[in-house]
């Protein structure tokens, strides 16, 4: 499946500290890439395309963008891969709703999420990967943990994986049996289906059903279950262990978790994540942001408004990655204020040298991607440069390309 095209990413003089995020697993702050090491491996959960990118997404993987453009900056080997669920429940029910084809709905979404994530000058992963494209590894997959037994088949031909077969369930989000449940019943588990195992067994093979797509596999006919597929994608991918796997809180359990079983059961190396990072919700004028309760926002309505996506991102990124956020009107005209002021001070022929600014940004980034402490070090700069003036001819520049660089944030207009 195609991406969408790169910004540019200058090369700036120098390197921070190594970055160190929040891992969910072990509830503290890890050093994301092992001393000395080389490459550094990303693995995001993307979208389901049955609705436009609204502002939850966005901020997600502006997110793992900066992590993604933090790597780069320390001259990493960068590998990041992210998928698409174009086939699963909720597209199946949107397309029905809008009397259209799951495919074509898809395919539309999946573009105009592209559009939103180009205009927000998010890098492109590496790979981005289609479920559907991923059928023949998933069916695969699924008849190795038959074999181990680390799944079984329920008496309607659903293949399900054992949460008993694997001793590290559970240590990824470290929720209790009650949690677990109440999660599974609200994010699209079956926890009281007859016929299981285990409450908790997620589904990796879904048997062929009346009105839905089927596929051959090695697990026989029917298509893939959610958390399988992003296992499979990310062990194609990227290999049994990786250094950080990337989402919404939301996705701690069962996805995550779920996920991160699978692909430990398959690869028999342990942890697969070096660090499990989870980004907050964002809300709207003090409530949360939900397709249920109809106050989603989404990017490309913004954009068609006439809203620069630099402001959108800048927004976005005024508070720490893990706090539930606000969206609000007035949180866009501050960022778009905070903007003016930026590319008004790196549009001066003379500004106060930057190199402070860029030393600044990337210790405030390194510590568990501190935006409001990085947004503040390039506020200082732009206020003293738009007092002083400055006498420096080369600091606009290299102002300009740390803000672009490593905030993603393009100043040039």
Same mark, same amino acid.
């Given at each position: 499946m195609d991406s969408?095209?790169?910004?540019?990413?200058? $090369?700036?003089?120098? &390197?921070?500290?190594?970055?160190?995020?929040?891992?969910?697993? $072990?509830?503290?702050?890890r050093e994301t890439v092992e001393p000395g090491g080389e490459r550094a491996t990303m693995y995001v959960c993307g979208i389901t395309p049955y609705d436009a990118t609204h502002l939850g997404h966005a901020a997600t993987m502006i997110t793992f963008d900066l992590v993604h453009r933090y790597w780069l900056d320390q001259g990493l080997d960068v590998h990041y891969v992210q998928n698409v669920t174009d086939v699963d429940e909720p597209l199946f029910?949107?397309?029905?709703?809008?009397?259209?084809?799951?495919?074509?709905?898809?395919?539309?979404?999946?573009?105009?999420?592209?559009?939103?994530?180009?205009a927000l000058q998010v890098l492109p992963p590496r790979d981005f990967v289609g479920a559907v494209e991923s059928i023949p590894s998933v069916g695969k997959a699924v008849a190795e943990l038959l074999d181990k037994g680390a799944a079984y088949r329920h008496d309607s031909g659903d293949v399900y994986y054992s949460v008993q077969s694997h001793p590290g369930f559970g240590s990824e989000s470290n929720y209790d049996r009650e949690t677990m449940l109440r999660y599974a019943r609200e994010r699209g588990g079956d926890p009281d289906r007859e016929g299981k195992r285990d409450a908790l067994d997620p589904i990796l093979w879904n048997a062929p059903k009346d009105g839905e797509p089927s596929w051959d596999s090695a697990a026989?006919?029917?298509?893939?279950?959610? &958390?399988?597929?992003?296992?499979c994608i990310a062990l194609d991918h990227l290999g049994p262990q990786i250094h950080v796997q990337g989402g919404g809180n939301d996705l701690i359990y069962p996805h995550h978790e779920m996920s991160a079983a699978h692909a430990e059961s398959l690869s028999g190396a342990s942890p697969f994540a070096r660090a499990y990072v989870h980004t907050g919700m964002i809300g709207l004028d003090g409530e949360k942001m939900s397709k249920s309760l109809g106050n989603l926002v989404f990017v490309s309505k913004l954009r068609a408004e006439g809203t620069d996506p630099a402001a959108v991102r800048l927004a976005l990124l005024a508070q720490h990655y893990r706090e539930d956020r606000q969206w609000s009107a007035a949180a866009l005209a501050e960022a778009e204020l905070r903007?003016?002021?930026w590319r008004e001070a790196v549009g001066r022929e003379l500004a106060v040298p930057a190199g402070a600014m860029l030393t600044a940004v990337r210790e405030r980034l390194a510590d568990d991607l501190d935006t409001a402490g990085a947004l503040r070090a390039v506020d200082e700069w732009a206020a003293e440069t738009l007092a002083a003036g400055g006498e420096d001819p080369s600091a606009p520049s290299l102002a300009r390309d740390t803000i672009g660089g490593i905030l993603g944030i393009d100043c040039t207009r």
């Open positions: 969408w095209t790169a910004p540019h990413v200058p $090369s700036l003089p120098g &390197h921070g500290p190594t970055l160190r995020l929040h891992d969910t697993a $072990s509830a503290g702050l029910e949107r397309a029905e709703r809008d009397g259209t084809d799951w495919q074509v709905l898809g395919l539309r979404e999946t573009a105009l999420y592209r559009e939103d994530m180009e026989g006919p029917g298509r893939p279950g959610w &958390h399988i597929e992003c296992a903007l003016g002021r």
